[in-house]
């Protein structure tokens, strides 16, 4: 052999790299691998959770623009509105005080339930499938990832066993009022945030404790113990994340975060007045940590939070009443309709589908109470006990309603009505802070359960799941909606009105009609549309209200639209007609051949506006 022959290496330096690669990948491999193998049972928990969620909410699939959910249809369209001006962040054309509904004056999006943040993260879903794709999907991963987060904290912080965390979970994720919720009311199921606020507290209650057990020597962990002191650094990263946390809730569901604020308050105090000793020793290091997380959220939320209650069209009240958004009191012992164990008659218990949050039936009060009494005075069992009998109160709203009578009983609410952020929650909703107080019980018992010997084992576990069976939600009803236009989905509104200008749809969105809005829903809130279903200040005295009033012409088109009959028309509505197109800003009025009593709607348009233009399947008045 010569000399002069290469060596292996010098023979093929490409080969020798690619070995070396695969050997440095196939560890990273194995690991995953393992990781993967360590997980399977945590993962099946939350395959089981989205496959159930993708089950209850299958009939939006497989075509979700014309399938709507059939007991409240009508938020589901304001919510893909919603979703539709929010992904025009993704586009760089997006502000708090949208010009694309309520021309010319606009909507507010902090005054309304906009849920921001989940629109701007799925924006590219909404821009390349539509927002009826966003919403199904959103629809579906609330109950989900609600559920996958109390299983993360159950199994992590309260170190639960997996079948009790599971059982706890599955109620918090697709309990009756997370069911009810989902007809539509997505910045209400959007809960997943809201077991990482609790970690992120106990986290920082934890690290503020100055009577820490740690090894006495690092590299002996098995050694002697001795009393650390506050882990400040854990302590200021706790209170940055849960800064952040808040921060990203504010622009999901605000009310959301309110109840569990209020939770966590009752429950602090209730823990503080348990354990004197912890409080004694946590609370400077605690309330610091509190205060610096406060203080970093106002410096993102100060200025929406300002334009929220005080900006152009915000409004500082709220628009429900609170004697009507009231659980009935024996709403609390009755199975959800929605529930497989559940009447149709237990309806009448409620103000609407959407607000089943107290129907937990008589099985699960049972035998909660139960396991609350068999945990004893455990510190938690005890916070979760008082939070969730307040918070159960508190929903009963200001005067007790039984069975539908109103009693004239004084209820807890009353001591809080008329306060400020307080007043613009609906009672009835504080039950749904009951429904993850409920399953921290029902974890605890479990786990205390299954971690001991004799009866207990077998008939803890088996009287929960027998409490829980009755109320497996059945999936959400649904119907097919009316196919858009091919006026708006092929495009030809850009014949009738250039992007951002305002095309005015007939018959006009109301509250209780918002169904033109999803011609810009379709359309990605690329023409801006006026009047329509939004919060804002034409109340008496610029009090919160539901939609704006009518525009005399509006109000015709409406009535014609309602009726079928053909007014008479002359100068003066004809000069009526052209003022309100020019207070709307508008560049077109559009009728779609789908429009009830399109022929009556033509015929009037047409001695208000002259003679129209056929364009696809609509016709249309350039104003």
Known sequence: MSSAAPTAPDAAPEQALRLADRAARRPRTARLLAALGRHRADLAVALFFLLLAGWLTHGLWPDPASRTLALNAADQTLYEWFLAVDARALLGDFSLLT???????????????????????????TLLLGAPVT???????????????????????LRARRLAAGLGAGLC???????????????????????????????????????RIGPADPADPAGSTVVLGPDR????SSAVGLAAAITAQVFIGEEVLFLTALTLLIMAVTYATVDRELARRALPGFAGGMALAAGLALLVLGYPLWFQFAGPQGVADGMFSPHYFSADLRSWWTISPLSVAGGDDAARLTTGPAEYNTFLGWPLLLV????????????LAVACTVAALVMGGLALGPAVVFGGARTGVPGPYALLAGLPVVDGALPMRFALAVLPLAGTLLVLAVDRALRGTGRARRLIPAAVGA?????????????????????????HWRQCVRPGGVLVPVPLP??????????????????????????????RNGTAAMGTYQQPT??????????????????????QAAQDADFWGASCVALADSAPHAESLRATLEQLYGPSTRVADAWIWRV
Request: charged share 15%.
């Open 135 to 157: 919403f199904a999907l959103l629809a579906a991963a609330n109950l989900a990832g609600t559920a996958v987060a109390w299983y993360l904290l159950f199994t992590r912080t």
């Open 233 to 236: 650094r854990r302590m200021v």
């Open 368 to 379: 909660t109470a139960g396991c609350a009494l068999w945990l004893g005075r455990r510190r």
């Open 99 to 125: 010009d694309r509904l309520n021309a010319p004056d606009g909507v507010n999006l902090m005054t309304n339930t906009t849920v921001i943040a989940l629109g701007i993260a799925l924006a590219p879903v």
């Open 554 to 575: 509006s109000a015709l088109l409406s009535d014609v639209a309602r009726r079928g009959d053909q007014p008479v028309i002359g100068d003066e509505q004809r000069r």
């Open 173 to 211: 994720g697709f309990g009756p009022g997370m069911i009810s919720q989902t007809n539509s009311h997505l910045h209400m199921t959007a809960q997943w945030l809201v077991p990482v606020i609790v970690w992120l507290v106990v986290r920082l209650l934890r690290a503020a404790d100055p009577e």
């Open 510 to 539: 109301t509250p209780k009609e918002p169904w033109p809005m999803r011609w810009a829903a379709a359309a990605d809130a690329a023409f801006a549309t006026p009047e329509g279903f939004f919060i804002g200040p034409y109340g």
């Open 467 to 491: 409490a829980l069976l009755p109320l497996f939600p059945t999936p959400l009803p649904t119907a097919e909606r009316p196919a858009l236009p091919e006026f708006i989905t092929g495009g």
